[in-house]
Every structure is written in C-alpha cells, then in structure tokens.
C-alpha cells in the first residue's frame, strides 16, 4: 500500500471541504456521525433478510438490480422454503441476527459508527478495534499499523480484536 504524507493543514482543509459538500453545520457545531448519514451519503438502501437458513452467508451487497431468495424465519423449520426477494442495485442486504464489519477502527469507540449501526438496525454488531488487514488467502486478522520502507504494514506486536456491540435502543 502507497501512502502520501499530508501535513495538519492539508487534512483539515480536506476535511473541511468534506465537511461543507456533506453538513456546513458540522464547521460550527459538532456532533456525532449518524450512521444513515452515511448510508444516504454513499446512496445505499439497506434490507434486512434472512439470507440463508445457516447463516452460512451474513450479508450481500447487490450490484444490479436482482431477484435472490430469502428465508421466512431463523432457525430454519422442516418444511420451510425460500421465497424470491426482488432487490434493486445499490442495496445493502443484512442478516437479521448480527452483523460484522470489515471497517478499519470501527469498534475502537464504545458509543461510536459500530454501536450507532447496532442501534439503527436492531441486530448486534461485531467491529474492529484495529486496522483490518487481509493474507493473500483471504484470511483477515485486526492488528495496528506500522510504516516500513514507506509502506504501510501490520504490527503484528499490536493485534486488536472484534468487539461486539448490542443494539441499546430500538431501531427507527
């Protein structure tokens, strides 16, 4: 991974360029990020589905607009089948029994974007407290980050971990 050095000045302006296309207020008065904020900001929608009845699959992200099977309940019933779900592009599907994010840092803050997601969509959350890094098999650990040879690089002297976060209020 290449890396730029940016100086202090350069990453508030850059920031606040954000800041300003997103919510000028957030210049003058700030407050916590809203996880549907920055759903609506990328403009995903998101479903939440039983997508298999072993939870062999926790999520799907959806590329065009589909038809996929759902099942009606967890833990599956003999007799039970699936029903197709037409689903447009842009649309996040989540498991209904819980959720894990692959986001670098998400779970380091207790009342942060991972406890908001677990909040917002009624189902725990399970996020790093580290960067998430991945072998070339596919397999990913959570660790800090170190710069060698001007790369960035796990420090594996540093491992995090995934930490669970269950939803403290009912979902909007």
Known sequence: MDYRVYSKRELECIAD??????????L??????????????????????????????????????SQLYVWPSNPYVEGMVPSLKLYRKG???????????????????????????????????????ELVWADWRGNYFVAAGKIERRKLVPDKTKMGDFVMFYPKRRKK
């Open 91 to 129: 649309t996040v599907i989540i498991d209904r029994r819980a959720v894990r994010l692959l986001s670098c840092d998400t779970g380091k803050i207790a009342h942060g974007f991972a406890q908001g997601l677990a909040d917002r969509l009624g189902v725990p959350v399970k996020a790093p407290t």
């Open 28 to 65: 003058t008065k700030p407050k916590a990020v809203d996880v549907y904020d920055v759903i609506d900001l990328v403009g995903a929608r998101i479903a939440i589905d039983y997508l298999t009845p072993d939870r062999s699959v926790l999520g799907a992200a959806v590329l065009k607009t």
């Open 17 to 26: 360029d954000l800041n300003r296309r997103y919510d000028e207020t957030r």
